[in-house]
Structure formats: C-alpha cells, structure tokens
C-alpha cells in the first residue's frame, strides 16, 4: 500500500508526517480546483518554509500573459507569442504565532502532522502540534456551489494558557514568482514559464477585508481578487501597513479558537469597466457567505460533491489501493474542467504550472469522455470553448497557406497557436480531426441538435476542410489521398508522410462532416450556418472522395499496421542498451537521434485501433499491439492507459490489469518523475476511460452503446453509471454478470457481448 | 550594361552619383578584404550620412562574441550559443571640413561623385567635389602582403584660398551598432545578430597614434587596433579628448595637400599576454610602412595583385560585363579566404555581417575548388581548419549519439554547432561529406602526401566512421545500407530518408577513407595517426560493405532519380499561382508547407550528379534536369552555379550561358535583394566553377584532369589557368580548338573531349 493510501479508507489520501519532499509532491495531489480556480496543496505558511515548498500558487482557469517567443532562428508562420497562466495573489497564507514566536516546520518541534484529502467531500484538512504548545487544525476547500470562492477554516487549541496567539492573514498584491524565485533553473521543455510574470495590482474601496483588481501586463485580462475572514469577539483585529489583518488573543488552555477566512476571485474580464462593475456583485456574494456562515457554506459544498460521486463514482470492489487511485483521477478529472464555454481544461489541470496552462487534444481525446459520459453538459461547454476559438483557428489556417478550412493551435490558451517547436506542435495536425471526433461523439452522446446543427456543424465543416486542402491525391499511389508531412501522436517520431492515425482520423472527421451536413439539409437545420461559412454542396463530394481515398499505410508482408509510410524503414531503438536514467529519452537525446530510430513516445497506431475498434480484427490489432508495445517508452503520460484499453480488446486481461494499475496511481506514485508540476489530467482521463471503454468495453457505434465486459480475476465487481442521449444507465460487472439498469430516461436497446438488450426504467 | 560596368573597363567597377540605395549596397560590392580582415565599402562619413550608409563594419575574420541561444522549447543536443563577428573599431572614418563646415553629402551640393572598385589593382577610390569649395580624392586598399594593413590616402585639393581645412581621423573604440544603432529590425532569418555586440577597448600607450587592446566579452578573444598618420609639415596637428586626431592648414587655391592614414588589425589571441606582446610587433611593422611610405606600400599590393591575376584571371572575349561579374567574383572570393589555418572563408566573406560570419559547406563545395586549383596552399589551409575543429566535431557525434567517429557543425566559427534551427542545420549531416569530399579532391589535386597521411587522413577516417554509426542496413531493402531522417542540400526538404545527394556523397566518403587508409598502411604512412585514433582493420570491412550496399532511391518507372524515398510522393508546388513577390518562399511560407510540397530552394540531386557526372548517363542526368529544374526556384544563391554548369554537362549551352550571365553578375545587379548584407561568396566560386568545370568541363578522376570544352556562341575564347599536382596548365578555348600549355612542371597526360593528350613544358 502506498503511504498516502491508508487500509479502509477508499475516499481519502493521507499524508503523515513532514517529509520535505512528500509534502512539495503532494502540493500537486492535495490541489483543490473547481474549474475556475484551482490552489495547490501548499502549507499555509509556505512562504516562509521554502524547504517544504515548491510552487504555491493559485490559478484561475485562463488568466494568462503572453511574452514573445525568442527564436534562435526564425521562420514563416512560427507561433509568436508564449501565454502562460500566472499564479494570482495568494488568500491561503497564514502565519500563527504565541508569543511572538511563529508556528513553522523549519523552527520549532512539529508532531503528528497529518494532512488528508478526503476525495468525498473535496475537502482538505491538515493538523498538528506545534511545540506541544498549540494544535492546528486547518480545513480548506473550493467551492463548486460558489466557482469564486475559495474557504478557510482555522482552528487553534492552546495548551497553554495567558499567551499571545496572534493570526495574521495576508492577501499579497504580488504575483509569487516560485521556483524562478528560489533561483531554480530547469531546461526541462515541458515547463516553460514567463521569464516575469507580471499583473498589475490596485487596491480598492471595498466593504470586504482587502480587494485587489489585479490586471496582466500585456494581455490586459482583468480580475478581482478579495478576502474576507471572520472572526469572533474573542479576536482584536489590527491591520498592517501592507494591509494584513493580524488576529490576536490571549489564550486559555485547551479552548480551541476558531477563524474563517474566504477568499474570493472573479471571473475573468476584458474590459476594466466590467472588473469594476464586479466589485459590487463580489461584495453581495461575500455578504451571501457571511450571512450563511462557514458551515453552511461547507454542508453545500459537500452535499454537491456528493451528488457529483452519485453520478461519476466507479466502484471496485477487491482493490482499495486502486480504488482511491481512481477516485482520485476523478476528482481531479472533475476539478479541471472549465465550465464556462470560454476555457478548457489544461494539460495539468488548475493543479500546477507545466505547460504553461496550455490546453491540447488531451481534452477532447483523453478528458472529455469522463464528461460526455457522466456531466455532458460540461462536455458541451468544453466544445463550446472550441467553437469559441475557430477565427483564430481560421487564421491559422490560412497562415498555414491552407485557403479553406480551420487549423486548430496544438497548444493554447487564447485559440492562436503557442507552440514554439513546430515538429511537435503545429505538425500535430491531427488536433483538428481529435476536435471533430470529440464533437460527434458528444452529438452520438446527446442527440443535443442545438448544438450539432451550430457550432457542431461549423466545426465539422471547417475541420473537414482542412484535409481536402493540406492533402492531395497521389498519382504515384493510384490516386489515394494522402497527406504528407504531419506528426501523429507520437513524438518520438515527427514530421512523417501519412502517420496512420491521422490518416484514419482525417477519413473519419471527412464522414462526420460529410454526415451532419447531409442531416442538417435534410433536416433544413444550420442552413444558416453553412451559408455563413460558405458552404457549397460540391465541397461534400470533396470530402467523400477524400474520405473513400483516405491512405492508410500497411505492410502486406508482415501485416503491420505501419505508423507512417517509412516507420519500420528506421532501425529499432537500442533498448537493451539505454540504461533506465536516460529516460524519458527526450530529455537525453537529440530529436534527430530519436526520429531516426523506431521508437514511440506513446500509443500512435494502437490509438486509433482503439478508436475505431470494431473496424479491425482482433488479430490485427493482437499483431499492431506486440509490434508496437514492444518499442514504445510511455516516456508520455498518454500512453500507458491506451495501451491498457487495447489490451482489453485484444483480451489480455493480465496486461490491461498491470497499465491500469500505472494509470491509476500514477500521480500518487510520482510515475512520471514530474507530479510536482500538475497532476497529469489527461492520464487521469485515461484511467476513467481504462474502467469504461476497458474493463467494461464500451464502443459507442450505430447509434447506441456497446458492452463487452470483462472483470480482472483480481476484482470481485465493479460499478458506475453513464449518460447516453438523456438516460441514466447504470452498469454494474460481477465474475457472474453484468446488469444494465436504466434509472433515468426513455427504454433504449443497447448491446451486450454484441447482443442486444433492451433495458426499461422500471422507477417509472 | 549595368550601371556600375563601363564600356571598356573589363577591371573595374564605377558607381557615379550618389543615389542613396546604389551607395548602401555597394558597401558590399566595395569591399576590401585579405582574408584577415574585411572592411565595407562605406563612405568615409558614413556615420554623419545614416541615409548613405548601411553597415560600415569592419570585420576581422574569426573575432566573435557568443551569447546563448534561446529556444522558445528547448531540446536535448540543440546549439548552445550563437557565435557571431562583431565589427571592429573603425579607422576607416575621415571628417574634412572647410572653415567648420563638415564636408558630407547630405549638407552641401556634391558634384562628380565617382567611385571606382580596381579590381586589378585591388583599391578603391573616390573622388567628388563640395560646394566647388573643395575637391576630394581618397584612395583605400587592404593589403595581402600585410595582412594586418588598411592603408588610405587622402587627396584633397582646395578651390579657394585663406581657409580652415581640417581632417579629423577617429578610430571608435566602441562597435558600431550597425543597422541595430538605427533601429532597424529584421526578421530575416538569414540575418542574425548579437542583441549586444560588445567587446571592452582598452587605449594602449604606444608610438602608433592611437592603438587599443580589444577584448570579446564571452568568447575571451584578443586583438589589437592601431591607427597612424602620416602628415606632412604643412599640417597642424591637435589631438582631441577621444583622441582623435585633427589635421589642420589654410588652403591655398588649386594646391592639393595630402594625409596617408594606416589602421593595423593585429592577430586573434586567445590569452591577454599575448596580446600586449604584439604591441612591438606591431609598432615594429608600423615603423616599417612608415619608413616605406605610402606609394611604395601601395606599389607592393599592386604587384601582388597583379601576380595573384596572373594565376587567377579566367579570361572571357566576347562579352565585357560578364568578364567584369567573373573577375568580380573572383576578386571577392580571394578576398574571403583565412589563411592560417585557423580561420575559414564565411558565406558572405568578410564583406558584411549576413549569416554571422559563419562558415558553412558552402566553402568546400563551392569555394574551395577556385583555390584548389589556383592556390592549393590556400586550399591546404582551408582544410587545416577544419582539421583543428576536429575534437568539436567528435563531441557533437557524441551528444547525437554517435558513438564513433566525427560531425561537423553545419555552421561554426570555433567549430562548435551554432544552428539554432537544427531540420536545416544539424539534419544536414551531409556537411561531413562535402568535407572529405574537398580532403579527397585536395590530395588528387596536390598529391600532398603531408596532408593525405595526416590531417586528411584524420578527417577521412572520422567522417567515414559516423556514417556507419548513422545509417543501418535496412532488411526492408534488402539489406541496403540507409541513411534516414536527414537533410540535403535542398533546405525545402527537411527531414527526410535516403536523400539521394547525401548517400552518394557518404558512399564516397567511404571509399575516399578505404582508399586512403589502405594506402597509409601499404606505405607505412600515417599509422600513427590511426593508432592515434584507435582505428580498427575490421573497420574497413564496415565501410565497404556500406558502400557496397548504399542505397541510392531510382524511380524506375519514370526512370527518375528520387531526391529521397518521399520527394515524389509530396504534390508539386503550386508554381503558376505564386507571385513574384511571394520569392524566396521561407520568408512567406512555413516550413510544413514548403516541406509538405515538391519545391527546391536549390540543386540538391543534380548537384550529386555535377559532382559525379561520369557515373551517370548523360540520358540519365538530362532527365533528372529537366525535372529538377522544373521544380526548384533557385532561392538559394547555391543553385545556379550548379544548374549551369550541368546544363554545361548535358550539352544545353544556351541554357548554361544564361545560368552563368546569373551567376556572374548575382551580387552586381542585386538578384537575390540582400547583397547589402554581404556578397554571395558560395555564388562567386560558382562563377568560377561555371567556367571551368562548367564550359571547359573539367572533371578530376583516374588522378588527372579531364577536359570538354565547350565554347558558347555568344564568346571567341576563354582562358584560364589551373594548378594541379605541382604543374601549372594554361588553357585556351577558341571556337576553333583548345589550346593546353603546360608552363610549370613535369609533362602528364590529360584528356581532352576523352582522348589522352601529354604536355609537356617547352620552357624548360
């Protein structure tokens, strides 16, 4: 059992003790987010114990500054501009002091530390004695009910009696600089920061403790950031200079004394006039929460977390360990997730700095199925986000010298493309066929016609586009379509001509187009829409003939699926000789010396199998899985849970169970050697996806959903519950069976081990 | 006739007037170099007149300041530090003034201004007249018989009498900021400078009239820059706070008065001691030219020229302008090379500051040949650098997990990698071969059996020995040896396998170290180089096998040779809708979108094929033309030369003459609108290469010369001279026969049109 996993306790992790290292980790495994803030796990006097510290910050979901890119050499068309989310003032710092003298870790005796996530309630608590002179228990929490709003509970017991216990509470007007302030240099290029990271700071008149507007220096976002702490009569207040608020009180042994702080950040604005206007609305919420109070606030809090568990829980019966780990990827897979139509969820989540906050396909290919299937509401305002950002995917395209058509940024925030190593970034056009696939499966999910005859439709539309532009018909290959010079997946291997995945995927999202178009005529919905986008019926012919054309590499010999036209041209990887330090091999060799062997990042070839399962025989995908296992590192995060879906399929189920094991704790065992930068959101999506599309089966195809179940010998059961098409289907695996129950929602025949079942709410 | 050509001047280049554009770009082409330093052609008050000047550096070759490269992702093994010249203290600087009035071009009338480039006598002069107060001539020349020497003579004839003519002479001690200074930014990529171009100047007390000691900042190099004057009594002389000198007298009417102006430019030294040693050194040499004088200083660099024309003059009857273009280029080519084995020649000389002073394969390929045949010691030295930069390019193996053998740095100053955009830097590894190529072409040319069995032998072995370890034979091709995931030549192609130009050289590579290996041991030479270098005998079989084997891509349906495995697969560029303006096209496409089409920057395959044009048919490489030729927009200033001279080879003369008419006058009429940054150096030895390789077909194998003359219509006779294996051979094309005069050496047998043919020297 791992130490943060405690023997009968499937809803929390638990952290004891003061291991320095442990505890900057678990800055990222205890974060709390909602979407719209997220905090890291940090003590609460981290500024002052920079050995038990590692980046404090608190983010809000795409407040972000840009800084232009250096390149060493130039080229056409490069992304210009870095954007990076930038920690915002921090409310969660606290210093105690008795006496004058100040409760940390670095100075005085701390026993019985112990800090705990309780997953259930989304709630962390931390405790400990202080010099056997002060017990310290702090609870903290973000609210999903309140996205504003972050909650503190302090509370102290004295052990001693007729001393000064004071509490100062700072809010700082200073964006914390983190690790770069600590002198800390890392080349590691999945970090990239700001070289400043700067806002701007004002206070302001407000009836709350301390309100800061905070504006960024070159994107000119603008938010609102206050505090609030209240505090009984037994408290006398003084504010610093700085506008801290120091609590004191003289203590009585063993009376514990409470405070409660909340702090509270805006949503984002593009005009400072709106920011101001907010400064009214912020003052009637924090009246709102005086008026309820902390507990009250708190008892909503953990009764919508547990309406989340209701809906999204996946119970595992005979494995505790893997249970928290899955509850966990959940949780944090819930805490990601922007829900606002204008932000996405990034590649760490709101749990740290890597990768700059960025959003990529990991959304629409790793994340976004937990939500089509559990809160597809969230699904929808993800996609909307998307929709949000084709003019700038629209520019680019045309950067690109496609002149029709939308190319989606391979990573960004604002919608313009951020990444400033073009092999790995902008080649990666298969984003735009993983957008269109998440946009019709959520469409297949729903049947929500609203948004598939609009920005479904419009998305459809300019991705199709997009392929019938950058690919052509090659006379040298009977006229197949082919499209030459992308980068799957895989980044061990770049710049390729018809990288199999995006081939399969680019025919796929050509048919989904070509399908909601066809309807959409049909059905005269989003006419108004093709009109806009000018839409002309021989496009579809187009796309038709791309499609049925579309190439997909295959060596006949061997029958290999092959990654690309020239993958198994390239001498295999030397791994018998790459000793385990020089992994992940990206940060040892020169991308030359990796592209030019067979060698793969992460699943490439096998995630389009698994995609499109049921388009292959299980001897085929067998044959594609050896092949490929046999020379991918998983040195990305992305990997191991593909790996571990397609074991499933081909019916390995020892194996599925040993990569759902990675998957599942691979934050909590710091797999990847880099938790302290963020959670790795899109694995945990994977995890979720390992229990449903794996250990279940699920394939969503002809318009209903498909099971074919299979339980590891290790598990007794396991359970949970899918939204498809406004039904609540409940699914519950035995070694003996498996039972479908349809708790909301009209009857619909679904299909298990491919036969069909129909399946009745029988509540109503 | 272009502008700048006058009807019977075949030496000589004269610009009239003082149009703004046509005085900025002759900065280059009025550059004077000796292969040590290179001064622009400015205007002497180029810094008064921003509106007259571009970059008045002057640049000593091999003197370079670092500074770290930024990379907006960075990657394992990428280039550390931009390595670039840095203008030097600039003596070159005269202020005449007339009763306080500063004779310039932008504040008083200027009339008969005339410059004239003498490319016989290697000077420069200029004359002009101001406000019809004052004549003034200034002659400039760097000298080759004093490599540290630039010498002016100042004439200035008064029109009236009874004033104050003054002529203030400075020598900055800071760097001129150049076109930065004026605010000037440029995205162009082939232009790249330091953000801060900085070294410190120290005044040194010495008999010279000013003299500094100047140090790079980061890279910790030394020289010394001194200045004197030599006045006659009628002068005044008063010396300013800056130290500058100010010479003074009243004018007498119609009386031309005189000052001789000497700037040095010490040697690099690498340690400060050295440095201050060579203040005697260069006081020493600076007495000497005083004591000699200007005239007689002056008379020793024409002499010096005129034998150096003697060797190297290629002679053209029939068409004036394009004997001024080839003798142009030729005079710049000779004035780029280092001569001391610890320099090499920069892709713009030292005529401006494009491309950063950095060497790149452009001087083997396409330079090195004029001196291979015209000056085999300079060519020796060439290669001796190289040879010094072998231990940088045994570690740059190293970090591309190479385990034996070297790679050259595809552009360098130290030797060190300084690409910073590695598909079109690092990736063309074939820069190795083009440097044994030129080993092997050297020793052929000079039978050196100093250099074979030393430094060529150490480069030969090395070179062959990384492409062992690079490629691997591939069962897929039957056990063909491959060479993927590189660059050619062909910058619009990145990342490919089996680019057909860098597995034929490597194939030659090979053979070229098997050979000459085999010969150090059957000679007993050089075996202790290879123990040196822990060659193994089994090595040899390793070279040949992959020799044997290499593979070489051959359409054979359309009986093509492949540029690579993927070149014909990708959809051919979209000529007929690209506007002119839209040239080059990596200023106004990415990268994905160049690569992802069958476009050429430059002769890439048929380069391979000039190289070797007796192993391929002439069917062969008409074809292979037609369609190269087709498909390539000559973006590269590297391309001409080659197409030229294989239209030379498959019998099309017209279209050779006109390649040639480009090649010849590139820099003079401004074809690819960027001479201001320095001339095409790489162009100037395809000029030279057209006429001797390309109409009088000269190709080396079977170790002797073979010629096939043909004369375009347009000419009655070339002639030329050429060094080969201590022989001298002049040579004489007419309409009617070829004329081969042995002058020096001992008799051989060469080939003409095929047939043997023995000269022998009738002087002695």
Redesign the interface.
Known sequence: MHPLIQQGSAWSLTETGTDKEQIKQNETLFALANGHIGTRGSLEEASRTPDYSYSEGTLMNGFYDTEP???????????TH?QTVIPLPNGKRIEISLDGETVDLETGETTNHKRTLDLKKGMLTRSFTWENAVQVEIERFVSYDYPELLAQRIQITPLVSNKELTVKLVLDDLAEMGREAKGETD?D?RI?QLTARRFDSQKLESSMGKMLHITTHNTGLHALVGAMTCAGDEWTLSIEKDASETYALQTKADQTVELERFIGYSPIFHKKEEASQEVETMEILFDVIKGLGYDQVRAKHVYTMEKFWALSDVEIDGDEALQVGLRFNIFHLNQAAGRDGKTNMSAKGLSGEGYEGHYFWDTEMYMLPFFLYTQPETARKLLQYRHSILPQARKRAR???IKKGALFAWRTINGEEA?????A???QVHINADIAHAVYAYIQATDDEVFAYNEGLEILVETARFWVN?G?F?E??EGAF?L??VTGPDEYT??V?NNFYTNLMAKHNLDYALETVMKAIAKECGLDVLAEIGFEKEELEQWAEASEKMFLPYDKKTKLTMQD??F????VWDFDNTPAKKYPL????????I??HQVCKQADTVLAQFLFSWEFSTDQKARDYAYYEAVTTHDSSLSRSVFGMMASDIGDLDKAYSYFMDTALMDITDMQANTKDGVHAANMGGTWMSMIYGFAGLRVYDDTVHFTPQLPKQWQRIAFTIQFKDREIGVTITPKDTRYILREGKPLTIYHNGAPRHIVNHKK
């Open positions: 890119i250096t390149y060493g050499e130039w080229a056409y068309g490069y992304a870095h080349v290029p990239k950067e690109m010298a990444s400033a190593y073009y092999p970034g902008t080649a950058y052509h090659d040298r290959r082919v030459n010079t770049a710049i001509n036209d020239s198994f041209h390239k001498k990206l940060l040892h060799y020169h991308p030359l010396t592209y030019r």
